[in-house]
C-alpha cells in the first residue's frame, strides 16, 4: 500500500521557516523522482521543486534561493525547507512522487504566512 504522509506545516509569521517532511512507504523510493506542490485558494496547483534519484534539484522561481528540496533515501523521506517565507507562500503543500507513469500524492499540509 502506497503512502506519502506529509508533517510540518503550520502558521508562522513573515520572514520565519518551515521543514517539511514527506515520509513514503510502499514503493522503491529511491528510484522516485520526488516533489512538492502547492495550491493556493483560487489557484492551480504549481510545482515548488523537484529532485530525481539523480539528486538534481529543480526550483519555481518564485521560490529560488529560499526554499531546499533533499532527499535521504535511506529513510525513505523528502524534506522541503523553507526560509524567508512570504505571505504569498500561504498554500496546501503537497508531495509528490513519480516515476515513468506512476504518479503517487499525498493529503497535503497546510502552510500559513501571516502576521
Known amino acids: 500500500q502506497v503512502q506519502l504522509v506529509e508533517s510540518g506545516g503550520g502558521l508562522v509569521q513573515p520572514g520565519g521557516s518551515l521543514r517539511l517532511s514527506c515520509a513514503a512507504s510502499?514503493?522503491?523510493?529511491?528510484?522516485?523522482?520526488m516533489a512538492w506542490y502547492r495550491q493556493a485558494p483560487g489557484k492551480q496547483r504549481e510545482l515548488v521543486a523537484s529532485?530525481?534519484?539523480?539528486?538534481?534539484?529543480n526550483y519555481a522561481d518564485s521560490v529560488k534561493g529560499r526554499f531546499t528540496i533533499s532527499r535521504d533515501n535511506a529513510k525513505n523521506t523528502v524534506y522541503l525547507q523553507m526560509n524567508s517565507l512570504k505571505p504569498e507562500d500561504t498554500a496546501l503543500y503537497y508531495c509528490?512522487?513519480?516515476?515513468?507513469?506512476?504518479?503517487?500524492w499525498g493529503q497535503g499540509t497546510q502552510v500559513t504566512v501571516s502576521s
Open positions: 509528490n512522487a513519480r516515476w515513468v507513469g506512476v504518479v503517487y
Open positions: 529532485i530525481p534519484s539523480s539528486g538534481m534539484t
Open positions: 510502499g514503493f522503491i523510493f529511491s528510484s522516485y523522482t
